[in-house]
């Protein structure tokens, strides 16, 4: 028995150095870190978007005594993605595997999203222009403000009329018709972007690894009947299925995660039932069944490390669809109706009567930029896991 | 063949059945579901009214039965054989012969085959216009981007191709008609739908007031044409360049003077940037083929685009004419992303085959190059092209949700948008049998053309 634990752990370094190697030549190429860095720069935008922009100042003093006004509003989903990714960069440093590294930060994530409202209560009312009131008033001694001193629903209201400005010194990139800043409102709307990349992204590689794995692994029956519901899905035109479950599911954040997650589970099902298919006959999976190894031990710890390749190719270019999906459902109308997401940012451009180029163009380059990135990075590892792959992603 | 041809049509019928389950139990497991209440719930009528109209969709439509005899029904009705079905909604004798009927549209009030019929073939004229540009763009990158590998059209056109392939459509159907169909800007194409109202009343060609009209418009077209295809033969590339930002500052100059209100320096030099730096590749590339088709393509348009401009008398310019000019941007809108795709997907295959030994055989043999690549390499890369083709109709369908939203052309797209929210359960689960039927008949199209283009593969 210690023979075999010492084969495994001996395969499970390998499987490491595989790992590290792949993702080496993937971020050789230029096009692929060029990718990272933007992601980089979205995520880190995403995570302290409240400190970037925001109507409250980052620091004030009244009569001596400093306090943070941005610090003391912030809500609960703030303080999840900041807590997720300080345990990132944490499990970074140490030596664990990225399986593990994704359920920590999981884990740390969903705790502090239960844990977080009890200490966390933004106040209900807020008064946008209240500090701005405060600085004119000179009630502060001095005050730090944050590079975008607009929040994301500061319509300005004590600036008089100030929908539809160009892009000036005040505003980066204009504002849109009720006078909210433009820049600040795409610094919120990030997180959507990538947090609904991630989670439904996530979603359809779980969905699509249990049924594809079962189908390759049993074959037979459990195979046809799941290619036929692979087939149903797939003949659906995508947008349409997603249509008709956001309108008749209703606009939430974590209702469009899961429908987004539920309609593109099939390509990642597809590859790992072919992995699987041609793995099972492999003398390594022959030899841990007859070892007597459960099912699941089989299905995940032997075979899945060695067919996920694909899968993780796959994801990287679901990434950018899942982002172009929400995109899509809020320009189309059918997005989130209470927070700005850079899809329905692109619909208002629609919507105002006359074109406002910048209110097309900001939220538009960053879908492209985001999906760019995504695709840049998913063609490198493409490459770099097996050249021969290119191409085999159809639709 | 033809025995595989009506196997592969019976198979579909479990697949179909699966979609419309799939799609009923989306609708019905919603809050709310399929209800006469939520059908017209704002509709703002008072209470006898409401009470009124629920009773007639109830019995129309048989809304107060459960979801799954709601199912039963619906299938009942849209199969070819089944029960009758009876004026008060109770189902009569078994038959043969009473016919598929796709039921009534709740919000239309009309046959929803009716609507089909309407919508269907505008979404299929966009599909029918797109798929050629979408191939031919692709083949001619893409073969010779393998043919380069490694070379600097490879490089670009593969990270062109990438790019393309990231841009949001919406996004680039939000800024065509907000700077190519917009008085605020050039306002070059029409802003929405299929045709001018006055286009309908036009005779079907173009007509030209005077002869010298007509020689004006296609002498300028085939003086453009002309000019270009001389820069784009010339075999020096300096002179090409300084042709092409000849050319590239003339035509900034141009369009920027043309805007309202006149631009601003950095108007020019966004302009130009953006205007020079295509031309320049076009007419730097070594690519000849590529080079002059693209370049005599500009010059064609921009001769008459001239030309037009030049004309004095006055000029029909014809309903064929008007649907064309209407069609341009949704075009280009629906076949940049499909050719982005197919080109980097044609580039991997011709290359592969490329390296293959057959080809090192036929060149061994003495084959010119020109003949192993068309009749050798490219006939056998056209297998997973073929694949792939089967994907693209039903992104096409789905890309034309967007496109026809954007430019509010009433096609099926647009149906589809109109339907789900307005939770019309007959017209969504037609919408979703016929594009997934149109999605399997692609499939199915597939692998016929496999079979013709491939000898070795036989369904017998």
């Not at chain 1, 990349?197 to 594809?212: E, K, P, S």
Request: charged share 15%; glycine share 10%; proline share 5%.
């Amino acid at each position: 028995m210690t023979d075999l634990e010492r084969k495994a752990g001996r395969r499970a370094l390998r499987h490491k150095r595989y790992a590290a190697r792949i993702l080496r030549t993937t971020f050789r190429q230029w096009g692929a870190r060029l990718g990272l860095l933007w992601i980089g720069i979205v995520a880190f935008v995403a995570v302290f978007a409240p400190f970037l922009a925001n109507s409250r100042p980052l620091l004030v003093s009244v009569d001596g005594v400093v306090s943070s006004p941005v610090v003391e509003a912030l809500g609960a989903a703030d303080v999840t993605w900041m807590v997720a990714f300080v345990t990132l960069l944490l499990t970074m440093l140490l030596p664990i595997g990225w399986g593990k590294r994704i359920v920590v930060v999981l884990l740390a994530a969903l705790a502090s999203a239960s844990l977080a409202p009890r200490w966390f209560q933004p106040p209900t009312l807020v008064v946008h222009e209240h500090h701005r009131e405060q600085v004119a008033r000179g009630a502060y001694d001095w005050q730090v403000f944050p590079p975008v001193p607009y929040s994301p629903r500061d319509y300005l209201r004590d600036q008089g009329d100030t929908g539809f400005q160009p892009p000036s010194r005040a505003h980066w990139m204009g504002t849109e018709e009720n006078g909210a800043d433009v820049l600040s409102r795409m610094i919120h709307a990030s997180r959507i972007a990538l947090g609904i990349g991630l989670v439904a992204t996530g979603i359809a590689m779980v969905i699509g690894v249990i049924i594809g794995g079962l189908m390759g692994y049993f074959s037979g029956i459990v195979d046809i009947v799941g290619m036929r519901l692979v087939e149903i899905f797939e003949a659906i035109p995508t947008l349409f299925l997603l249509l008709t479950f956001v309108a008749f599911f209703g606009r939430n954040l974590y209702i469009m995660m899961i429908i987004i997650g539920l309609t593109g589970w099939t390509g990642y099902a597809r590859y790992l039932r072919a992995e699987f298919l041609k793995l099972r006959q492999q003398d390594f999976v022959q030899a841990a069944i007859a070892a007597g190894a459960s099912t699941p031990s089989i299905l995940f710890r032997h075979m899945l490390p060695n067919g996920i390749a694909p899968v993780l190719v796959a994801a990287s270019f679901g990434f950018a669809s899942a982002i172009l999906a929400e995109a899509t459902l809020s320009f189309l109308g059918l997005g989130l109706v209470d927070s700005p997401s850079w899809g329905q940012m692109l619909n208002q451009a629609v919507r105002s009567s006359a074109f406002n180029w910048w209110m097309a163009i900001f939220p538009g380059g960053a879908i492209f930029l985001t999906v760019f990135a995504y695709n840049l990075i998913g063609d490198a590892l493409r490459d770099a896991i097996d050249p021969k792959l290119g191409g085999s992603r159809a639709a | 063949m033809l025995s595989y041809i009506l196997r592969r049509l019976l198979l579909m019928i479990p697949t179909l059945l699966g979609i419309s389950l799939v799609v009923f139990i989306t609708m019905a497991a919603a809050p709310g579901g399929i209800s006469s209440q939520a059908l017209i719930d704002d509709f703002g009528l008072n209470p006898q009214e409401k009470a009124a109209l629920q009773e007639y969709y109830n019995r129309r439509y048989g809304l107060d039965q459960p979801a799954p005899m709601q199912y039963l029904r619906w299938l009942n009705n849209v199969s070819p054989i089944g029960f009758e079905l009876r004026e008060d909604g109770s189902f009569g004798d078994f038959s043969f012969t009473k016919g598929a009927d796709l039921g009534d549209s709740f919000r239309y009030g009309r046959k929803v085959t009716d609507l089909l019929a309407e919508r269907l073939p505008i979404t299929l004229l966009l599909n029918v216009l797109t798929i050629p540009v979408i191939y031919l763009v692709a083949i001619v990158v893409g073969v010779q981007a393998a043919r380069d590998r490694g070379g600097s059209f490879d490089v670009t056109s593969s990270v062109v191709m990438l790019a393309l392939w990231s841009v949001p459509t919406m996004l680039v159907g939000v800024l065509l008609i907000g700077f190519f169909a917009n008085d605020q800007y050039w306002h070059w194409f029409p802003t929405s739908g299929l045709s001018d109202r006055q286009a309908l009343d036009m005779p079907f060609l173009p007509h030209w007031s005077s002869f010298g009209d007509v020689l004006r418009f296609f002498g300028a077209a085939l003086g453009g044409l002309w000019l270009a295809t001389l820069v784009g033969r010339w075999p020096s590339k300096t002179v090409r360049t300084l042709a092409a930002v000849l050319a590239a500052v003339a035509l900034t100059v141009w369009m920027v003077s043309a805007l309202p209100g006149g631009g601003a320096a950095w108007v020019y030099l966004v302009a130009g940037v953006a205007i020079g730096l295509p031309l320049l590749g076009l007419a730097r590339t070594d690519y000849r083929a590529f080079r002059i088709g693209g370049l005599g393509l500009l010059g064609l348009v921009v001769g008459g685009a001239a030309g037009a401009v030049w004309m004095e008398g006055d000029f029909v310019r014809g309903f064929l004419l008007d649907r064309l000019w209407h069609l341009i941007l949704p075009v280009i809108c629906l076949s940049y992303g499909g050719f982005a795709f197919l080109a980097r997907l044609t580039r991997s295959a011709v290359l592969e085959n490329l390296q293959s030994d057959f080809a090192r055989t036929a060149r061994a043999k003495g084959v010119p190059e020109q003949e192993v690549l068309w009749k050798h390499v490219f006939r056998n890369s056209l297998l997973p092209l073929i694949t792939v083709s089967a994907g693209l109709l039903p992104g096409l369908l789905g890309g034309s949700i967007i496109v026809e939203s954007i430019f509010s052309i009433d096609g099926m797209g647009k149906l589809a948008v109109e339907a789900v929210t307005g939770r019309d359960r007959e017209l969504v689960l037609s919408i979703a049998l016929i594009g997934g039927f149109l999605t399997l008949v692609g499939y199915l199209l597939a692998d016929i053309l496999y079979a013709i283009a491939d000898p070795r593969v036989s369904y017998d």
